[in-house]
């Protein structure tokens, strides 16, 4: 079996051939950072058009490096949820003509499974059921994944992602977007006890939630003064901008691990997947192998090169061929987080 997988929920163009073993032929990752670090963040409109242009020849040179043409596929896969609506059109309806084209049929991806599935890839070997741990720029939650394909969503951030605190947080200390790689970058030469700042609902066990809106205002305040917005004038020396990274980094991966091990609490499950840019941060994955390690628990964290947005985690298409789970070319996108099972 071998099957193509389409990614194009945010800002990257990207593209896999996937075998039976979950083996990858061949892999391509067009990365749109480039267009979007003068504003600091993903333009949607800017990503759509920029998806529109790369997605053919995207896919072209996925199938020249898995040494195949179209004639030896035997499925399209396309990641239709959660995203941005017009990236996420941008493969669809490219999976879908690739469909009309060959007869294929069509796989769907919800990506978020696909980013827990990435330590299932990496792993070789069974990894459900677990707590799948998604912390993203569009998404930090935490599901109960009894199988590869049935989640049950038990927490998720009520305002921003984890990964859009760490880009918002670094254009504020004027360091480049993406802004997790260069808080974390930063935060190195910095003290992570220099400011104390919030850790939303980290003290509330009743809730699997979780909350960046209020650290991100805090770290605000500590450059501008309290209640002040304008900071554009004020500029910061290098220790104080490393001091800020290393304390907003320290606020942020307590809040994500603490509520990833309230979640194995509160299941009983033993098992922790964690996936998504921000699993790339590498204090985050140190402190989720400690707390793992203390308390027996198997951790697998995608590794690097499958934590940001990749085709390859669309592996998960693997399972839905094997269950028979096809799609009629009537398959749409859905760009919102589906709060209930599935
Ligand atoms: O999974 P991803 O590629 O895209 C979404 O599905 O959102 O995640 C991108 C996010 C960005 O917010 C980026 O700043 C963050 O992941 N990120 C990191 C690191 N590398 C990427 N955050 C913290 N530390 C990192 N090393
Ligand atoms: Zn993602």
Do not use: W
């Not at 009629?328 to 599935?342: A, I, W, Y």
Request: negative net charge.
């Amino acid at each position: 079996m071998r099957i193509l997988t389409i990614e194009t929920t945010c800002d990257e163009t990207a593209a896999a051939v996937i075998g039976d073993d979950l083996e990858v032929l061949g892999s391509v990752v067009a990365s749109q950072d480039d267009l979007h670090r003068v504003y600091g963040g993903v333009v949607p409109e800017i990503a759509s058009r920029a998806h529109v242009e790369r997605i053919l020849p995207v896919i072209d040179e996925t199938l020249r490096r898995s040494g195949i043409t179209l004639t030896d596929l035997d499925a399209v896969a396309v990641a239709n949820t959660p995203g941005l609506a017009g990236s996420l059109l941008v493969g669809l309806v490219s999976a879908k003509a690739l469909c009309v084209a060959t007869g294929l049929p069509l796989i769907a991806v919800n990506h978020l499974q696909a980013h827990v599935y990435a330590c299932r890839i990496a792993a070789g070997r069974e990894v459900f059921p677990c707590i799948g741990m998604i912390v993203s720029g569009g998404h930090s939650s935490l599901y109960r994944c009894r199988e590869a394909l049935d989640f049950e969503l038990l927490g998720a951030t009520i305002d921003d992602a984890a990964g859009e605190a760490f880009d918002k947080v670094a254009s504020m200390l004027g360091l480049p977007y993406p802004g997790g790689p260069a808080i974390q970058k930063a935060a190195q030469r910095g003290n992570p006890k220099a400011h104390r700042f919030p850790r939303a609902l980290l003290g509330n066990r009743e809730v699997l939630d979780f909350s960046f809106s209020g650290l991100k205002t805090a770290v605000r305040y500590t450059i501008a003064g309290p209640g002040k917005q304008d900071f554009e004038s004020i500029s910061l020396t290098e220790q104080q901008v490393a001091d800020l990274a290393a304390s907003f980094q320290e606020a942020a991966v307590d809040c994500l691990v603490g509520k990833a091990m309230l979640a194995l609490e509160k299941t009983g499950l033993t098992t922790l997947c964690a996936g998504g840019g921000v699993a790339a941060n590498t204090r985050f994955r140190a402190r989720l192998e400690e707390e793992a390690q203390q308390r027996g628990v198997t951790l697998h964290i995608a590794p690097l090169q499958l934590c940001t947005d990749n085709a390859v985690m669309g592996a998960i298409a693997v399972e839905r061929f094997r269950a028979g789970h096809f799609e009629s070319l009537e398959l749409d996108v859905l760009p919102g987080l589906v709060r209930k099972k599935g």
